[in-house]
């Protein structure tokens, strides 16, 4: 069960071809490291992991959020280049764009230089989402987001709708995993 994880490194490859290879080299990784990790079996204590899985944690941000971005950065980078690949230009909706999946959409898309129109139930989370770049926010408990879209786009529309609304899941803070290597 589970697939995202965040721990301590406890062993690392020995073999030289890992070692060598360019990609493992840029990872730095250490005994002893802080990383994120995406691989089925994240719930135990300790993992075997390949170390293509495994990502190093930058100074400043907490294991708990660098796990949880694993999966949602993947949806958005997946989402943004894969069903749509958003460019400059584009007009850009996303629905609950005050969600972790929706921030990174609205960030991302924006990065890329779309405008970006998002949904969202309250002026707080409108206020989040225009935080992290959003051009406009409707609250569509109290609008009709598509009447409120067409007034924005002048009755063009959108390039692209993107969803951020996931199943609610189970959050296990345990504390973190420790982390074995594999070649």
């Keep these: 069960m589970g697939s995202e994880a965040a721990g301590t490194i ?4 020995t073999d030289q071809t890992v070692l060598n290879d360019p990609e493992y080299k840029k990872r730095t990784l250490e005994k002893g490291g802080k990383v994120a990790v995406s691989h089925l079996g994240s719930l135990a204590e300790y993992m075997v992991v390949p170390w293509t899985a495994v990502f190093p944690i ?3 941000v907490t294991a708990l959020t660098a796990a949880a971005g694993l999966l949602q950065g ?3 980078t997946s989402f943004m280049e894969e069903a749509y690949n958003v460019q400059k230009g584009d007009i850009i909706l996303i629905h609950t ?3 972790g999946l929706g921030l990174l959409m609205c960030q991302l898309a924006k990065s890329r230089g779309a405008t970006v129109i998002g949904t969202t139930s309250t002026k707080e989370k409108a ?7 959003a051009d406009h ?6 609008e009709d987001t ?6 924005i786009t002048n009755g063009e529309g959108v390039h692209a ?3 951020g609304v996931g199943k609610d899941t189970c959050v296990f803070q345990r504390g973190l995993s420790f982390v074995e290597l594999t070649e």
């Design 10 to 13: 406890v062993g690392l490859p």
């Design 58 to 60: 930058p100074t400043g």
């Design 74 to 76: 993947l949806t958005t």
């Design 97 to 99: 764009v005050a969600g």
């Design 127 to 133: 206020a989040l989402a225009t935080g992290h770049g």
């Design 137 to 142: 926010v409707i609250l569509y408990t109290e």
């Design 146 to 151: 598509v009447k409120r879209v067409l007034e």
């Design 161 to 163: 709708v993107f969803d």
